[in-house]
């Protein structure tokens, strides 16, 4: 059933914060994600321009005798729930917390890029696109980047000053 399935992005994030618990020995890890923060209910958003992405905290709790499948429903559900706030700017999310201003909330993100490109857009002969780079510069010591598609294509990004040589790798 619908309630049962589990997004990608979902099993991705289950994925991030399981690895960054093992690596960081912790239980309880907090990372960044991106949304896009075009919510629906404000009149007019499908004409305004410009930039509406948000990052939002993910709370992931790592249980080693929690069973996979409704780990990850409640994960589902947790970050269902956080696109509730998904206009809020982060600034104003960590002033509930207790973490100081100024100090990250969190050190790593991940970025779940699902939005729908149509080839069909250019596909005119008239226009050829021969070389395309993107650069997605970021102040976050570690980026990992999901680009769902036939194949699911993952990249990473890391601040060498935040990592012994290799670490990272």
Known sequence: TDAQRLTLATV????????????SGLDDVLFGTVVS????AVP???????????MLPVRVQVDDDAEVWPWLRALQAQQAA??????TPLA????????????PLFRSVLVYQDYPFDAALFSDAELSIGFVRAADPTHYPLVVTAI???ELHLSFEYDEAWFEPGAAE
Do not use: N
């Open 37 to 40: 923060g075009r919510d629906a």
């Open 82 to 87: 956080a696109r509730a706030r998904q206009t």
């Open 44 to 54: 007019g958003i499908e004409s305004m321009l410009g930039l509406f992405i948000h």
């Open 12 to 23: 991705l994030a289950g994925a991030w914060g399981l690895l960054l618990g093992r690596y």
């Open 148 to 150: 769902p598609g036939p």
């Open 92 to 103: 104003e999310i960590q002033s509930f917390t207790e973490v100081p201003a100024g100090t």
